[in-house]
């Protein structure tokens, strides 16, 4: 009985001495390129641990995505092993700074599971580069650069044309309702085309009070949101909605819509007309908190549009 005992207590204590050295082991013995920079093992090894404390249960022991809570989760968790990032603020298609990865998880991203990390500075730098290790992309391509920005055209004084000029823009230039719900009726709709490209347009899509879901290079559908009820992941401020717009979402079907929105490709006038939807936008944002003025705005639409069905009802069940 004792001996069993013993052997039973020695086995125990052999297989904790070997757990413990396992845990202690750090992955990282020599510095690795990462993005063309140097970054040491110490920070890895600080990067290593720090992400599977916080980051690991989501993102996965391999950065793949599939952690144990991922499961099910939507949005899905990033897939690190891709290299691909959606809201970074350089062109499509190029890695994000650091600084867009640290803003990222110091910000978190509205309205996902993606929570705002308060961890200190050193950690944030060194989870930043761990997680670059899952992904070959970061060992041959540098970060991009990121983009300029432009000054609000139309201040304060302006506020109330600027909202209607980008409910011209969004209805009857970029057709922004393709992918997201559209806020006016057709006859609206066509007059705003008439207006800014002289054209009009007959008929737009069925159901133009819901997103239409898009695919992506990430494996999984999104759906794009209805911005009268769905958060921003990116954005909270109008400079950053501004700057989403200018941006696209990489690997969506986002555009980046620089340079698309003059008729007679007018830097001055695309920079203000992408400016007039940022005010558009938060202005349907404001909807989001404010349930009553919502459901006015939506049934006094569907009246408009002389559809029985009620928006503001039925969308309920979309979550983007
Ligand atoms: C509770 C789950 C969860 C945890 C924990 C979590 N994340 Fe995320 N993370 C997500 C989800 C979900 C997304 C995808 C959001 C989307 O696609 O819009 C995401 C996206 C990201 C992105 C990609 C942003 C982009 O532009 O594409 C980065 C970087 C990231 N997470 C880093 C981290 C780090 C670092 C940690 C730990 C400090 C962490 N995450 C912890 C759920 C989580
Ligand atoms: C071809 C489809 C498509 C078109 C056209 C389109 N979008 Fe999007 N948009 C998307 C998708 C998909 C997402 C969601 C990406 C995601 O899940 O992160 C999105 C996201 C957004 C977001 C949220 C960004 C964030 O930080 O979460 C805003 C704001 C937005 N779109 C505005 C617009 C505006 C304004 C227009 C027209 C000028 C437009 N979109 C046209 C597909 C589209």
Not at 2 to 12: A, G, L
Not at 52 to 65: I, K, T
Request: overall charge neutral; glycine content about 8%.
């Amino acid at each position: 009985m004792t001996v069993q005992y013993n052997r039973i207590f020695n086995m125990t204590l052999l297989f904790g001495l070997v757990a413990l050295a396992s845990c202690a082991k750090k992955p990282f013995d020599a510095p690795k390129k990462l993005g063309g920079e140097w970054v040491s093992a110490k920070k890895l090894n600080l990067g290593w641990e720090t992400y599977n404390n916080y980051c690991m249960q989501c993102h996965g022991v391999l950065g793949d995505g599939l952690g144990p809570a991922a499961q099910g989760m939507v949005p899905a968790p990033r897939n690190f092993k891709s290299g691909l990032f959606k809201f970074g603020t350089v062109s499509l298609g190029e890695l994000p700074t650091d600084e867009n990865l640290a803003h990222i998880i110091r910000q978190g991203l509205n309205g996902t599971p993606m929570l705002p990390w308060d961890i200190s500075d050193e950690r944030l730098d060194a989870v930043v580069q761990y997680i670059k290790t899952f992904s070959p992309k970061w060992q041959t391509e540098k970060a991009g650069t990121s983009l300029e920005w432009t000054d609000d055209p139309w201040g304060p004084q302006l506020a109330s044309q600027a909202i209607e000029q980008g409910r011209k823009i969004y209805h009857g230039l970029a057709q922004c309702y393709t992918c997201h719900p559209s806020y006016a009726s057709t006859p609206e709709i066509s007059a705003y085309s008439k207006e800014v490209t002289g054209q009009g347009v007959d008929s737009i899509r069925e159901n133009p009070h819901l997103s239409v879901i898009q695919g992506s290079s990430y494996g999984h559908s999104y759906m794009p949101p209805d911005l009268t009820r769905h958060h921003l992941r990116s954005a909270r401020t109008r400079p950053e909605i501004y700057r989403r717009l200018v941006l696209g979402v990489n690997g969506t079907t986002m555009p980046a819509w620089r340079g698309m929105l003059s008729v007679t490709g007018d830097k001055v006038e695309d920079e203000k007309n992408l400016w007039a939807l940022a005010y558009y936008v938060e202005s349907l944002q404001k909807l989001k908190w404010d349930w009553k003025t919502r459901a006015e705005f939506m049934n006094a639409l569907e009246e408009k549009r002389g559809t029985a069905s009620s928006a503001a009802t039925n969308s309920s069940s979309q979550q983007p």
